[in-house]
């Protein structure tokens, strides 16, 4: 005789309603269990999201090459590296970098900062425009005093206002904004210090507007980006050469974002490992709760599990009511833990510089694991519960 | 009050025709204690007829318990066999003895067994849920039942909001929800104080009209006294009294 599917569930909700302190302790392993394996997926996933904006943004075959003291990277060499590796560079620019108070009338947001750029820069990092233009071969040419926003400096500056069209101070200097920036956050990584930025606390201004004309003005880094990252390797080679010859002009820096973030999620990888080693020990733990907490039903119950064999129920229906019961409490506590794992994940991407993402895949695992633990850790104490004599226990009260 | 013996069935007064419901054919239990072999039930021999009351007494352990157990399938006998509606119990498949127990036999305990988690309509409706019966016509019939024995205003009551003698009515209800052919009681007022063992003495008195057969075990004369025979276990053997 087959119980009702549905009646078991019922009987089980029923016995942990009543027992719900018993219940809460029990499940507090499988709630950390499955809250860090949901963490381990959403820092995983958002690790792989990062990767692929980054290639995304930068391209897998960009090189950086910055200078570590002022002079050492200029306009001129800019113009030499693509000349001397035309047939592997696809694209190049020049960057240069200040510090500025910026204000607009009585608009004044403290310091941002500045970043030079020659019109290939957008298109190099993939910058998205919400409106307005970027800088040209022309402003480059002639120094003009325009401007393209960051998202949020255009908010900072012009909080109720039109952004486009406005007159912004730096320093002492003055430019008119022909640009604002689309919010670009969640595109590019976040690699502060190697020249790519994810702020969009940032004034794009013509690179020479900022550190004079000429055909050899001073850049502050260089990036250089190869037709693929098979070339990657043959170009990096040539470059460092180039860096070697130069050295006596100042020590130059060679940077590839992408290996830089790959150190990264190297990083985040054995982080992974370790939080996934000590998920496995809490999930074991936890259904170690559960089963010692089953096998005190059991013992509990004997004359509850005889009467319901002198009722009719079989040895197949008293190991599916245990399993069921442990089942239910192990998914309560994997719902539970699910929401402690997204919970977890948002307040690490918060405090530290980690993109997590929770997906409805992670809750599905969650789900699943806390569905198995269940399943594996009732297994043994229904079939103690099965194997009770209906005879003995009867007649032990 | 009427003598119950007077309304005994057919069966009881001798007429070989009767069908029966339950019956023991030379039926044994022995125990291994250490090197010696305990003897606890020899030669039983019982015919129970549609509608019979039957009381089985005898001193503590004289094997009465063990001879519930074994009319009720929950035991496996030494020797000899029990044949339910026909059925003999020790040679059926797990699963054909539990649906048998479940269709045609209803089981009072002394103490009630019911379970503390439900409310007195769930305890009820459990062998029809074990059966399969959807939950809502379970528990309809389950109401019926409890309304037949006198607890129709505590369907909602568990059994820790319930005196000693309406659990017992309960799990009389419980034995009787699946409209079984036989009832099988192991001291069903052994627990209870004077009132609430008459209003459960009243109440098999009440259901002396059912079909179902009833082996009632007890130490109370009163019972016994109500019943269509009585049978005293003695040395094992299951003689009439006189």
Known sequence: MRLPELQVWVWAWKLWRTRATQALLSVLGVVSGVGGLVLVLAVGAGAQQEMRSALGALGSGTVILQADNHGALDAARLARIGA?????????????????????????????????????????????????????????????????????????????????????????????????????RTRLPDLEGVGVSASDYLLYLPVTTIVGSGSAYALDEITVRFSDEAHLGAGLDSLRRIVERQRAEGEIRVVVPVEVLRQKHRLQQVFQYLLLGATFVLLVVGGTGIMNNMMLNVLSRRAEIGLRRALGATRADIIAQFVSEAMVIAVAGGLAGIILGALSAMLLGWVSDWQTQFSLAAGAAGFAVSLLVGIVFGSYPALQAAAVSPVRSLHEL | ?????????????????????????????????????????????????????????????????????????????????????????????????????????????????????????????????????????????????????????????RPSQLSGGERQRVAIARALVGEPACVL?????????????????????????????????THDPAIAARMHRTLELREGRLEPRA
């Open chain 1, 84 to 184: 001397l590796l035309p047939e592997l560079v696809e694209q190049s620019t020049g960057v240069a970098y200040r510090q500025a108070e910026v204000g607009a009338g009585e608009s004044h947001p403290g310091r941002a900062r500045l970043v030079g750029v020659d019109s290939q820069y957008a298109s190099m990092f993939s910058l998205r425009l919400h409106s307005g233009r970027f800088v040209t071969p022309y402003d480059v040419v002639h120094r003009s005093p325009v401007c393209v926003v960051g998202a949020r400096l255009g908010r900072a500056l012009f909080p109720r206002r039109q952004v486009l069209g406005q007159v912004v101070q730096y320093g002492a200097s003055w430019c008119r904004v022909v640009g604002v920036l689309a919010d670009n």
């Open chain 2, 1 to 157: 009050m009427n003598d119950p013996r007077a309304a005994a069935p057919a069966h009881a007064q001798g007429d070989p025709a009767q069908e029966v419901v339950l019956r023991c054919e030379g039926l044994g239990r022995a125990y291994e204690d250490g090197d010696r072999r305990v003897r606890v039930l020899e030669g039983v021999e019982l015919a129970l007829a549609p509608g019979e009351k039957i009381a089985v007494v005898g001193a503590s352990g004289s094997g009465k318990s063990t001879l519930l157990n074994l009319l009720g399938g929950l035991d496996r006998p030494s020797a000899g066999r029990v044949l339910l509606c026909g059925a003999d119990l020790a040679t059926l498949p797990e699963r054909k003895l539990c649906e048998l127990r479940n269709r045609q036999l209803g089981f009072v305990y002394q103490f009630h067994h019911l379970l503390p988690e439900f409310d007195a309509r769930e305890n009820v409706a459990m062998p029809l849920l074990i059966r399969g019966t959807a939950r809502r016509e379970a528990l309809a019939r389950a109401a019926q039942v409890l309304e037949r024995v006198g607890l129709a205003q505590r369907l909602d009551h």
């Open chain 2, 185 to 217: 009681m192991d001291e069903p007022t052994g627990n209870l104080d004077p009132a609430s063992a008459a209003q459960v003495l009243e109440l098999i008195d009440e259901l002396g009209a059912l079909r179902a057969a009833f082996v009632v075990v």
